[in-house]
């Protein structure tokens, strides 16, 4: 059974950074596009991340040219680089493939906050 554990969230400043990491187990990540979602209070999830088997990055508009989507293939991990954070990129994070998704995990929290 696959699982994801989602990592590295908090409280951080406009301007500021987090890195955020998703472990998986049961599976091995570099052989599916992976991606970062996120879920804000009261709207529906969205992606805005991903990287392809192949390793090749996309982004949603919103975060492009702040947010950087790598994978380690030795950790089976898969992170999320956050730079330049905005309170408007206050959610819940996670990580699932993308296409037909696997269960969803606990997700880590993310608060843009001065």
């Known amino acids: 059974q696959v699982q994801l554990v989602e990592s590295g969230g908090g409280l951080v400043q406009p301007g500021g950074s987090l890195r955020l990491s998703c472990a998986a187990s049961g599976t091995i990540v570099s052989m599916y596009g992976m991606g970062w979602y996120r879920q804000a209070p009261g709207k529906q999830r969205e992606l805005v991340a991903r990287i392809s088997s192949g390793g090749t990055p996309d982004y949603a508009d919103s975060v492009k040219g702040r947010f950087t989507i790598s994978r380690d293939t030795a950790k089976n991990t898969v992170y999320l680089q956050m730079n330049s954070l905005k309170p408007e990129d206050t959610a819940v994070y996670y990580c699932?493939?993308?296409?037909?998704?696997?269960?969803w995990g606990q997700g880590t929290q993310v608060t843009v906050s001065s």
């Open positions: 699932n493939k993308i296409g037909v998704i696997w269960s």
